[in-house]
């Protein structure tokens, strides 16, 4: 299983959007896959209609009284499931203080799953905190969706930073472009002009369109009902990208 976490130190830039359309092509696509929606604001419980909450709340999980397995719901799509996201995940980083390795518990939650499923996509909550940590921990792949603006360049730095400086030699770093308007000259020049961690990048990156804001009045992924939209097939694209990266990297391990 290849754990792919859809991270950024910044909120709004797509993170959502990412796990849940990514996740959905890889299903399609023949591959069992598991999203867990670890943001306390339920975003991806809410786009696959699921209500956002586990029985006992994230204490369960994280005071050992439940497996990961136990919480795990069947969306709409074959071979595609959910861990569905609590309000109590706010409190994540004082459970996860209270363990005797705080720094592994998410990964050791994830590993009974690991022959159950080809991919396990985290939409994470924004924050660089002891739960970014676990994150780290557990992923096999940082997936960081920027913005080509100076300041969401700046965050990416200072996230490859401190990917760089900590214990995460297993971690790949893969940034890509998203909410690309290219109307304006900067979002242009960022995205035609990537070098040094942006090498990284996918070619494809994924515009600003309005079919993705409609994910939440329609509450399901992208593909299912704007298929040939520029932004659809941006996601197709850049699933084309990555899957092989992603395999060599399940290969390697």
């Not at 696509?29 to 699921?50: H, K």
């Not at 071979?79 to 706010?90: G, H």
Request: charged share 25%.
């Amino acid at each position: 299983m290849i754990t792919v976490a859809c991270y950024n130190i910044k909120g709004g830039v797509g993170k959502t959007a990412a796990a849940v359309n990514l996740a959905y092509l890889a299903a399609q696509g023949g591959a069992n896959t598991l999203v867990w929606d670890l943001d306390p604001q339920g975003a991806a419980s809410f786009y696959f209609r699921i209500k956002p909450r586990i029985k006992g709340g994230s204490f369960s999980l994280f005071q050992r009284k439940r497996q990961l397995d136990d919480v795990i719901k069947a969306t709409d799509y074959p071979r595609l499931d959910l861990v569905p996201a609590d309000f109590s995940y706010r409190n994540m980083d004082l459970l996860l203080e209270q363990q005797r390795k705080p720094g592994t518990r998410l990964k050791k939650l994830i590993k009974p799953l690991r022959s159950e499923y080809h991919f396990l996509f985290l939409d994470c909550a924004p924050s660089i905190s002891l739960v970014s940590e676990n994150i780290f921990a557990a992923a096999d792949v940082l997936l960081v969706p920027t913005i080509p603006t100076t300041l969401s360049l700046r965050t990416l730095k200072q996230l490859h930073d401190f990917c760089a400086a900590g214990d995460y030699a297993h971690l790949t770093v893969i940034p890509f472009f998203s909410m690309v308007d290219r109307r304006k000259s900067l979002h242009r020049e960022i995205v035609d002009n990537r070098g040094g961690i942006l090498e990284a990048a996918p070619r494809t990156y994924i515009p600003y369109a309005s079919e993705v804001e409609q994910m939440g009045m329609r509450r399901a992924p992208l593909d299912t009902y704007a298929h040939a939209s520029w932004a659809a097939r941006a996601y197709r694209d850049m699933w084309q990208e990555l899957q092989p990266r992603l395999l060599a990297r399940r290969r390697a391990g």
